[in-house]
């Protein structure tokens, strides 16, 4: 089932941040929390600088009504600038990769294209874009190719 969510970068304090909405909202992480450190050495990508490695890749938080609170922490020596306002990004998982290549193209005219759609280590086709309005998106797909 397709679901929203929104995804939060931060500037190396996504675990305190999280581990703060957790003990509002209560409930566990949804699945581990993934660390820089799992990212697999990939071509055209810098090393993982080794005070980045125990940051925050990925965490998930499901909160009110099933709402996703994701997040990531944004490191300097990845290129990341966190700035309040560009750290919000709305997060779509659509059902199917064809759904997905709609919603981007119509996201992403008129826009900017930040990551093309592509299949990614984590095993979902993922891709994110700015609008024309300047909204952040991000759109996760797990249907495999066929």
């Not at 500037?11 to 660390?35: D, M, P």
Request: net charge negative.
């Amino acid at each position: 089932m397709a679901t929203v969510g929104t995804y939060l970068n931060f500037a190396n304090n996504t675990e305190e941040a999280f581990n703060y909405y957790k003990s509002i909202f209560g409930g566990e992480f949804v699945g581990q929390i993934n660390r820089f450190s799992d990212i697999p050495p990939m071509e055209g990508m810098p090393p993982i600088a080794e005070q980045d490695k125990k940051l925050v890749m990925h965490v998930e938080l499901q909160i009110l009504g099933g709402f996703r609170l994701m997040g990531s922490d944004a490191p300097a020596s990845l290129g990341f600038s966190i700035n309040k306002g560009n750290n919000v990004h709305i997060s779509l998982h659509p059902d199917t990769r064809k759904e997905t290549e709609r919603l981007f193209k119509a996201l992403s005219e008129g826009g900017q294209v930040t990551m093309e759609l592509a299949d990614m280590f984590w095993g979902s086709y993922y891709g994110s874009c700015t609008d024309k309005f300047g909204v952040q998106w991000m759109l996760n797909c797990d249907e495999k190719a066929s």
